[in-house]
């Protein structure tokens, strides 16, 4: 029941971080929900066996590539902020302020993966 209840509050918090892209089905925010919410469902699934044999190798395995994938999405975001020159010139209701660049950024975390987040 408590997982029931966890997914919820959490769908309810991505629904209204992506209020503005679902109401805009096709564009890229719009698919983003959904991607949103199959990392949820993840996280509701397997937070119960998380904490079982931590020192395993393949739980440790599990954390460095979770740690990993959430430095990408830091780097990422920080790299966009910083070099994309974002415009408000870009009236896309789906995207965040971050994501309305001017500038293609291909250095930094994007010289080696294009959609690092």
């Given amino acids: 029941m408590n997982d029931l209840i966890f997914f919820l509050a959490g769908t309810a918090v991505v629904i209204w971080l992506s209020r503005k892209a679902l ?5 890229h925010g719009f698919y983003r ?3 949103w919410e199959a990392i949820l469902g ?5 937070h119960g066996v998380w904490g079982d044999d931590p020192y395993s190798p393949h739980q440790f395995t599990s954390w460095m590539l979770m740690l990993l994938s959430i430095f990408l999405v830091f780097e990422g975001t920080r790299t966009l902020r910083r070099d994309g020159a974002a415009s408000a010139q870009r009236d896309d209701g789906s995207f965040y302020e971050f994501e ?3 500038q293609v950024v291909s250095h930094g975390i994007f010289s080696y993966i294009r959609h690092p987040m």
């Fill in 23 to 27: 109401r805009k089905p096709g564009s």
């Fill in 100 to 102: 309305k660049t001017t």
């Fill in 33 to 35: 929900f959904f991607a």
């Fill in 42 to 46: 993840l996280i509701v699934l397997n």
